[in-house]
Each structure stands twice: as structure tokens, then as C-alpha cells.
């Protein structure tokens, strides 16, 4: 390991994995686990069952005041307005060229009143974001990342256990409530990173611990960040830091659904040129024919032609095969299209898929 | 699923890039050691060098691959590969439930049989972990 173990955080439930004999490794400057038993298992638990992750190295942002709104217009992308009271809304942080600085969940939790789900390894940068532009509205901005851990419970049993466990009342998808954990105030959230359906919980990180081991008591599968990875690319959820970069733009990443220029956000003008003119590359999901697993940083090749590169690759359980997504040339990012990615020298056969790469039984 | 306990089996010779080779005459049986087993984790690709390739010690000279990790397989010893477990492309997780037998990688004719010497034996290998 590179990074010292002294310089990494670590969650409320840091001696709960520790103990259960999760392997742990440095994460955006977090000590995580990465799995328990195993990333196979767990990303079929999640599957077929339900399962538990720690997600508390993510950040939470508190946007509260009068200006809230057009607070929120100016930083983020998607259109803040159309989400309600309980309302849930994926979105993007911009800098003035359209990179992408962060992918967020953007929670209404009452009428001026926002929490603001950030990723880890970007939560500073973030927050430096929305400090700058905080100074033009009337709004009050606070970290409240201390305040919260954050459980991500996903899988087709999800609900009915946690609803079981918890005696709790659970919002629908997409959309977020007050409840109380343990005693203590908490968000419960109908999102997740994982295409299956499932909460996130924030609550009281004094209670996490016992949340959790109630939750596992229960037939909750325990799940590391391994199989966290596995499960959203097979849903072709992006990751920032590999799929999207402030190198990177939201029409090129294909969340130009997430981007509503009228709203007038930081970088907005930048977008609707990307639009309207169309990017020379775009994001696509491809799957591997025969053996071989894609890396990220694997170039792909057309012949001897180098015509993009894998942001996210891996061994996709559910498929039994390689997965993952590259930023192609344009002309090159429809399904069906017949590629090759350069896998440390071996030229491995795929095929631009169409989105999700897996593809839930119903 | 896997080997919960470390083991390091007496009769073979053990390299400290964590390969292990079971020298019989003038071929060895190679392999991955349960502590590299249990460091990548569940093992789902390997493809091994073709049948007459030519190792070299302390070369790497395939990778086996879990979900989250590559890793290089070095060469403990020198030789020319005469045969590869092709049952791994069907079941690479024999790798992780039994590294030592059915999780074999490649057999070798040895090109220098003098270079086993300088391998460990299984507690000098497993003192080499702690």
C-alpha cells in the first residue's frame, strides 16, 4: 500500500468490518472494504436477495435558506424545480468548460431545505464549489458529512426486510423522507447505485453499528465496494473518476438528460454547444465475445486505429464475461458495432452493447 | 468455496513472488500460493502460455485475474511449458479451492534443474509472510 494507514478515514462501522473479517483497502482516502466473503457472492446476493454497503465515506452537503433554489439552478445541472418536497434528482457539478467536477443526489427535504449526496473523493472540491458560488445568493452552505452514516440496503428483498427490521415506512423510488432509526432522526432515501431497488439510509453514525449487525442479523448480505463496482457497471451507472473527469463533458458521458441548459448552470452555454453540435466521442457500454476482461485505460482498437478508451472495466458476474464502458468515436458508439480492446498487448473481440448491459428479468 | 486456512504444502519449492513449483526430475508442476490466492481474491480468468513456450525464472509469464485485480504469475523456475491446465478456462476458481492440485497452472521441462536451490522450502516461504 502507497497510502498510510494513519492518513485514511474511517466510518462509524470501520471495527464492524474489521471484525467481520472484511478485506479493507485505501478508497478516495477512506479505509473500506472492498469485500467480505467475496465479490461474486455479494453482487449475486444484491441480484437475487438483498445486501448491505457501507457508504459513508460519501458526503452530504446542506444547502437550507430562502435562495436555496436558484442556488441549486446555478451549481447543478438537472432542473432543481421540478423536484417537489421528497423529492430525488440526479445531477452534475460543472466547472465554466462543461467538465464534470461531480455526479450528485440532489434530496428535497422540506421547501428552502436540500441535502446534497456527494462522492468521496470529491467532497472537497465540492464543497469549494459550492462555497464560490454561494456568495451570490441567499443561502447557507454546510457540510454535514459527520453528521451522517450512510447504508446503501439494495436487492429484491430489500424493502420488505428493512420494512420487517426497522418497522419502517419506506418512501418510494426516488423519492426521500424523514424517519426515525434507532431512536434517532434519519433520511431514509429510495435510491441506489446498483439497478436493483433498495434504500440508502442516513442515520446517526452512534447507531450505525447496530443498525447494520440488526440488518445482517436479518439475512442481509454484508457487500464491499468490489461488488458496488460490479453491480453499477452492469447497470452502466457512471463512476466519476473513471467515466466522468472534469476532462470529460455531460453530452459526451450521455447525461445530457441530466442537463437542463434553460436553467442557466455553470457551464450551461458550454453544454448547449455540445448539444447541439454533437461530441466526437461518445460513452458506450460494450461487452466482451470470448475470453478477456477489459480494463480501464485499455485502448480499443478498429483495425490498427486507436478509436477510444475503457473508463470502466471488470468480469461482470451476472454475464459471466467481460464488461465496460469506453468513450468512442461517435460514429463507432452504436450497438452491434464490432470492436477490439487492447488488453495489455492481447487484442480481445467486443461489441458495443445498448444500455443497461444487464438486464433484469421481470 | 476457498481454502479458509493458509497451507503450504511440505514437497514443494516456493518462490517469493508467491508461486510455488512441485519439481519432479527434470519437470516441475507450477502454481499460485494460497497467500496469493487469498491476496486477489476470487480468481475468474486465467489463459496460460501456449504449450512450448519458454519460461524464464523470475519472469513473469501469464496472469490470473479476479474481479477487481490482474496479477503477474512468475516463473519460479526456467523451462519449456509442456502443458497447460486447460480446465481452468472452464473453472478458474479451482485456483482459489485447491491451489495446489487441481488449481495447477503449467508443467515445465526444466532448462536448469541447478535453479531449484535457490527456492524456499515451505517454512522458510511461510516465515517469508509474517
Redesign the interface.
Known amino acids: 500500500m502507497t497510502v498510510e494507514q494513519s492518513v485514511l478515514r474511517r466510518t462509524p462501522l470501520f471495527e464492524t468490518h474489521k471484525e467481520a473479517g472484511a478485506k479493507l483497502v485505501p478508497f478516495a482516502g477512506w479505509e473500506m472494504p472492498v469485500q467480505y466473503d467475496g465479490i461474486k457472492e455479494e453482487h449475486i446476493a444484491v441480484r437475487t436477495h438483498a445486501g448491505i454497503f457501507d457508504v459513508s465515506h460519501m458526503g452530504q452537503i446542506e444547502v437550507e435558506g430562502p435562495g436555496s433554489l436558484a442556488f441549486l439552478q446555478r451549481l447543478v445541472t438537472n432542473d432543481v424545480a421540478k423536484v417537489g418536497i421528497g423529492g430525488a434528482q440526479y445531477s452534475l457539478l460543472l466547472n465554466e468548460d462543461a467538465g464534470v467536477i461531480d455526479d450528485l443526489f440532489v434530496y428535497r427535504l422540506a421547501h428552502d431545505r436540500y441535502l446534497v449526496i456527494t462522492n468521496a473523493g470529491n467532497h472537497e472540491a465540492d464543497l469549494a464549489q459550492f462555497g464560490l458560488v454561494a456568495r451570490d445568493f441567499d443561502v447557507y452552505v454546510r457540510d454535514a458529512s459527520a453528521n451522517y452514516a450512510m447504508l446503501a440496503v439494495q436487492g429484491p428483498n430489500a424493502r420488505r426486510i428493512l420494512e420487517h427490521t426497522l418497522h419502517l415506512d419506506l418512501p418510494p423510488r426516488m423519492e426521500v423522507g424523514a424517519r426515525q432509526i434507532g431512536r434517532r432522526p434519519a433520511i431514509v432515501c429510495g435510491t441506489g447505485y446498483t439497478g436493483e431497488d433498495g434504500v440508502e439510509l442516513l442515520i446517526d453514525p452512534e447507531i450505525a453499528p447496530a443498525i447494520w449487525t440488526e440488518l445482517v442479523d436479518a439475512g442481509v448480505v454484508p457487500c464491499g465496494l468490489g461488488a458496488r463496482d460490479t453491480l453499477r457497471l452492469e447497470v452502466c451507472f457512471h463512476l466519476h473518476g473513471n467515466d466522468l473527469t472534469t476532462e470529460t463533458d455531460p453530452i459526451s458521458a450521455g447525461l445530457g438528460w441530466a442537463c437542463a441548459e434553460a436553467t442557466g448552470f455553470i457551464g450551461s452555454d458550454k453544454v448547449a454547444v455540445l448539444r447541439a453540435n454533437g461530441t466526437d466521442e461518445k460513452l458506450a457500454p460494450f461487452v466482451i465475445e470470448g475470453p478477456g476482461i477489459p480494463r480501464q485505460g485499455n485502448p480499443v482498437k478498429l483495425g490498427e486505429d486507436t478509436v477510444g478508451e475503457v473508463t470502466s472495466g471488470t468480469f461482470s458476474p451476472s454475464l459471466a464475461k467481460g464488461i465496460g464502458m469506453a468513450y468512442l468515436r461517435t460514429d463507432l458508439a452504436e450497438p452491434g458495432t464490432e470492436l477490439e480492446i487492447d488488453v495489455r498487448g492481447k487484442r480481445r473481440a467486443a461489441r458495443v452493447s445498448s444500455k443497461p448491459l444487464y438486464k433484469k428479468e421481470r | 468455496?476457498?481454502l479458509a486456512e493458509a497451507s503450504y504444502p511440505e514437497d514443494l519449492k516456493y518462490h517469493a513472488e508467491h508461486d510455488w513449483a512441485r519439481i519432479e526430475g527434470d519437470e516441475a508442476t507450477l502454481g499460485i500460493t494460497w497467500y496469493a490466492q487469498d491476496s486477489l481474491?476470487?480468481v475468474?480468468?486465467f489463459?496460460g502460455p501456449e504449450v512450448g513456450a519458454e519460461l524464464t525464472k523470475d519472469q513473469p509469464y501469464a496472469?490470473v485475474?479476479?474481479?477487481?485485480a490482474?496479477s503477474d504469475v512468475v516463473a519460479p523456475v526456467s523451462g519449456e511449458v509442456i502443458a497447460v491446465n486447460e480446465s481452468l478456462?472452464d473453472a478458474p476458481e479451482a485456483i482459489n479451492a485447491d491451489p495446489y492440485e487441481t488449481g495447477w497452472l503449467v508443467k515445465v521441462r526444466l532448462s536448469d534443474p541447478s535453479e531449484a536451490d535457490s527456492l524456499m522450502d515451505a517454512a522458510a516461504y511461510a516465515a517469508s509472510l509474517e
Do not use: A, C
Not at chain 2, 65 to 68: A, Q
Open positions: 468455496m476457498t481474491g476470487e475468474v480468468f489463459e496472469e485475474e479476479s474481479v477487481k490482474v478456462s
